[in-house]
């Protein structure tokens, strides 16, 4: 490090709070700081403003309906459709020839998409859909990589109002089943493989084995070719070519169906407390209405931009802020197949210049492994094309902010550090880019028209720098509507915490832990139900757990997350082998790939840890803290209260060997 650069470094390292840049104000799309107070004393009608960026069929009479709380809805009456919006009315208003996916492959090959391009492929993949008996409200499952197919795939379905399923392409076969069972699902789109640092993977396999798990018939399966001769493979009776489909439709005219504003838009399964994933549901109105709103107000996207969300869009972070939120307001969005590092650690710069990238939204995870690589990587590249940099999945420490903010923002761009979740559709917590000092590590206020507070136990708001919960006391438009078939559970988990049932006051609980300062910024501090944040990945530990336990040999195990430098969080194994069985490598190797097959490569275990028992309370419930605390190395608590304390030195000890 050169001497000037210590004394940059040194300069940001103490420094608490960042002013956005004179030059990114006068442009923001919102920088007026009376936009809380306008939301504030004009709630609900001030979501007016989220909907009036979308085109609608007919008008809504009701911004929001709440008779029925906590089964909100929002824009009562509207209609409208989400492919519409994001591909025709901008053809319509001239933009045909204005790129709205520019997409790389790993291996270097890319395709552009104008919107007049990508309408017309939505429209052939939607009557091709339809050929095949795809009807309104039948749910479509997309078991797709990061190929264009996938947002066509979506928008096709959205066009026709058929709701989408995507599962993640790094989920397991079982996974996959487990997901169109659940949704009932009969159309499934999948896709050969795709290319990892290089390599062709296989998914067609993949999928064929999830499809032998479904519990009812199959309809038809159709076949993305990413790979073409480099996997040989068949297609068996149902499966069909998308690209021989395509031709066959090609040219086709599909009008988009007009929905209602609260019908279901799409599912995406999440992880929660118990082992059995949650089917969250989005809805076409309220949710389209609320992610091209926090685009434009926090991503600052403009339609002359290219914007780039380094997320999968498997995730919900792909489905808000790589296809809706972006297309909705017509800008230019980038799709990346690969990995950060291949062919090298400067992949993501490369792109960035090349493409001349105004907006990169990224995960706090990535940032980390970016600043252990090295700032040579992004200094061999001009980013300065660079105006907004945002991140999301998980809490960044300031010193990976700082990195961010210095060595890819050069000092010029605002960071935005977004708290969500799938169950909120978009962002809730952050600061917006043209009003706010910046403060590291702390996500910020909430948004306009956003309640969120941080309350202790009781549902009391907690003083400036005590530890408590996120909690949300109002509805917002992009809101999940209910749990999949399980109105129960919906209740169960999300408003049963914090609500008054009996006065009608419903608070939705995110399970996040939070801190609060004298400014009303919020820091989060990370879950406090059972599931664990991987690289920004959310997954349950319930989920880890009982694959686990059905790997012969192991008698009973608990699962935690430990703190990891990159990961944020890692899965750590704490097991029990039956009696006859080899507390060994061979046993710990069967465990980890037990987790592999059963939920995917993401949720690998870092490490098996055998004990002949595991820490109880006396009342028998696992202590999943105490296990956290030896995974993450540290200090631990009082064990007194355990009823057999002696086991935590055994398993600390073996935990250090390790
Ligand atoms: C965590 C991802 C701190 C949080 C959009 C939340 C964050 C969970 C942040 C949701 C952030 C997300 N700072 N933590 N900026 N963003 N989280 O459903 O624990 O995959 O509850 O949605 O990620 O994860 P999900």
Redesign the pocket.
Same mark, same amino acid.
């Not at 991140?391 to 809490?395: Q, S």
């Not at 550090?417 to 799938?422: N, S, Y």
């Given at each position: 490090m050169t001497q000037e650069d210590a004394s940059l470094e040194a300069r940001l390292e103490e420094q608490e709070q960042f002013e956005p840049p004179e030059s990114f104000v006068e442009q923001a799309n919102v920088s007026d700081p009376g936009v809380y107070e306008e939301f504030e004393e004009n709630w609900p009608e001030c979501w007016e403003r989220a909907a009036d960026l979308l085109s609608w069929d007919s008008e809504y009479d009701t911004v929001l309906e709440d008779g029925d709380a906590p089964f909100y809805e929002w824009f009562t009456g509207g209609e409208l459709n989400a492919s519409y919006n994001c591909l025709d009315r901008h053809v319509e208003e001239g933009a045909k020839n204005r790129a709205a996916i520019k997409w790389e492959g790993e291996l270097g090959e890319t395709r552009t998409y104008t919107y007049g391009d990508l309408l017309n492929e939505v429209e052939a993949f939607a009557a091709t859909l339809r050929d095949l008996g795809v009807e309104e409200d039948d749910v479509v499952t997309l078991y797709m990589p990061m190929v264009p197919e996938l947002p066509i795939a979506m928008l096709a379905c959205a066009r026709i109002g058929a709701p989408h399923s995507v599962v993640f392409a790094g989920f397991s076969a079982d996974a996959l089943a487990t997901r169109m069972n659940s949704a009932d699902s009969e159309y499934l789109v999948t896709c050969d493989g795709y290319y990892r640092r290089g390599d062709a993977l296989d998914h067609i396999s993949k999928t064929n084995e999830g499809l032998e798990d479904v519990d009812h018939e199959v309809s038809d399966v159709v076949v993305v070719d990413r790979l073409g001769d480099a996997l040989d493979h068949s297609l068996s009776a149902n499966q069909h070519d998308y690209d021989d489909l395509v031709d066959e439709h090609a040219g086709a005219s599909v009008e988009p169906v007009s929905r209602d504003a609260e019908d279901m838009l799409f599912l995406m399964y999440?992880s929660g407390t118990t082992g059995q994933p949650k089917g969250v549901k989005h809805t076409t109105g309220g949710y389209l209405a609320y992610t091209a709103w926090t685009s434009q107000a926090v991503l600052d996207v403009k339609p002359e931009d290219t914007y780039w969300c380094s997320a999968d869009i498997g995730?919900?972070?792909g489905h808000s802020y790589i296809v809706y939120g972006p297309l909705a307001l017509g800008t230019t969005t980038v799709m990346y197949e690969g990995t950060p590092d291949y062919p090298e650690k400067d992949r993501l710069w490369e792109i960035v210049e090349k493409n001349r990238v105004d907006i990169f939204y990224t995960a706090p995870t990535a940032i980390r492994a970016f600043m252990k690589w090295g700032k040579q990587y992004p200094e061999r590249y001009d980013l300065s094309s660079l105006r907004l940099l945002g991140?999301? =999945?998980?809490?960044i420490n300031p010193r990976a902010w700082k990195w961010y903010y210095q060595h890819i923002g050069n000092e010029d761009c605002p960071v935005v550090?977004?708290?969500?979740?799938?169950e909120t559709g978009g962002m809730m917590i952050t600061t917006l880019p043209g009003i706010n000092t910046m403060k590291p590590g702390s996500?910020g206020p909430p948004l306009p028209g956003i309640g969120a507070k941080v309350v202790d136990a009781n549902g009391e708001e907690v003083d400036a720098g005590q530890a408590g919960y996120v909690m949300v006391d109002k509805p917002w438009p992009g809101m999940l509507r209910t749990l999949y078939q399980n109105d129960d559970r919906f209740i169960t988990e999300y408003w049963q915490e914090y609500s008054d049932e009996d006065a009608d006051e419903w608070t939705y609980f995110?399970?996040?832990g939070a801190k609060i300062d004298d400014d009303g910024y919020i820091t989060?501090l =990370?879950?406090v139900d059972d599931v664990v944040?991987v690289s920004g990945h959310?997954l349950g530990t319930m989920e880890i757990e009982s694959a686990v336990v059905g790997v012969e040999g192991i008698a009973e195990a608990a699962v935690v997350g430990g703190d990891h430098e990159i990961k944020g969080e890692a899965v750590y194994v704490y097991a029990i082998p039956e009696d006859g069985y080899d507390a060994g490598d061979e046993l710990a190797e069967r465990a980890i790939q037990g987790v592999v097959d059963s939920i995917g490569p993401i949720a690998k275990p870092e490490e098996v840890i055998f004990t002949p028992e595991l820490p109880k309370t006396r009342s028998g419930k696992i202590m999943r803290r105490l296990l956290e605390d030896i995974a993450s190395g540290n200090e631990l608590g009082n064990t007194s209260t355990l009823r057999n304390p002696d086991v935590v030195d055994d398993i600390a000890e073996q935990a250090e060997s390790n």
């Open positions: 999440t995730w919900i972070t991140t999301v =999945g998980e809490p550090d977004t708290w969500w979740q799938t996500a995110p399970e996040d989060i =990370g879950r944040n959310r």
